[in-house]
């Protein structure tokens, strides 16, 4: 018999790809939105959509009947360990077997950043939630780099304060294909086991900017700029602070070399090697093209 996904966070970037690497599969989907306009995506990729709040755990139970298995993912922010507990408590209450969590890189009680150890504090909850678990921890993510899209598009330029960083980036989509390694094998199979998924190779930013320019075809530079140069550029987005801070704490933990390293354990999972750089700037090049180059 065919089992439930309930897809969390079913409009963001990992799990919109996490829907299309389940695409052909024998597992029904349940995806949960919260802004009832977004339901067409989830709704294409055949899933069964359900409105609900993280914040309101009075909200999920519906998108919780008879589901199997849960794909658990929080969004960025200081609720983030709340929104965890509500997902981990409507799930108990529903019977549901086990629970697949996204996490990030390097969580840890002391990481050197908030959202890792807030990330931290979801992990321990899911590891002591009484179903089967596995926990997904990837790196940094190489679809970031479209936020710098209109920059480069427009100027052949992106501007990041991570100097001369070196950073094991995964492309998304092997995240997602790796979950769904996890979810479509037996519960047992990856019970209790936290993945750490990188990419290939350690980059810095002028290594992505040389990938960049072998794919457009024209010039990209990598302009490395100060945290108060980017913390201003990100403000004046309507990024929130929170945020803005987090992302300040990460950049110098990765300046400081903590996020040059990389794992085996996509290929450990899916017999493949993760996808290289070179393939995401292929794949994602009319994103950084000017409209006018098409
Ligand atoms: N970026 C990185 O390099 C990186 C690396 C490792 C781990 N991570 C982790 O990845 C996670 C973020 O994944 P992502 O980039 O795929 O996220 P995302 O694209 O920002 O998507 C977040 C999803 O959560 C939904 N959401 C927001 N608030 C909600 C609420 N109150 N109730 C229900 N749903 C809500 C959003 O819906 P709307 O679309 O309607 O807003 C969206 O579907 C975070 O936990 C982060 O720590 C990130």
Known sequence: MSRTVLITGATGTVSTALMNALEGTDVDLHALIHDESKAGGPRKQNAEVFVGDLDDPRSLPPAFEG??????????????????????????????????????????????????????????????????????????????????AGDLSATGTF????????IGMIDVRDIAECAA?????????????????TGPRSLTFDEVADQLRLALGRSVTYLPVSDDAKRKTLLGHGVPKWIVDMLEE???AYVSGW???TTDTVA???????????????DHAAAFTPADDD
């Open 268 to 282: 450990d999972l899916l017999g493949r090697p993760p996808r290289d750089i070179a393939d995401f700037v292929r």
């Open 181 to 197: 390694r996890v979810l479509l094998d037996d519960p047992d199979r990856h019970h209790g086991q936290t993945y750490t998924l």
């Open 67 to 148: 589901v199997q298995d849960v794909w658990l993912l929080t969004p960025n922010g200081p609720r983030a360990p709340e929104n965890n507990m509500n997902v981990v408590w409507a799930a108990r209450q529903a019977g549901v077997e086990r629970i697949v969590r996204l996490s990030v890189v390097g969580a840890a009680h002391d990481a050197p950043n908030r959202s890792g150890r807030l990330h931290a504090l979801s992990d321990r909850e899911t590891e002591r939630c009484g179903m089967r678990w596995t926990i997904l921890r990837p790196h940094w993510f190489m679809q970031n780099l479209l936020n710098e």
């Open 259 to 261: 996020g040059d390293f």
């Open 159 to 166: 501007s990041l304060n991570m100097a001369s960083a070196r």
């Open 250 to 252: 990460y950049a110098q």
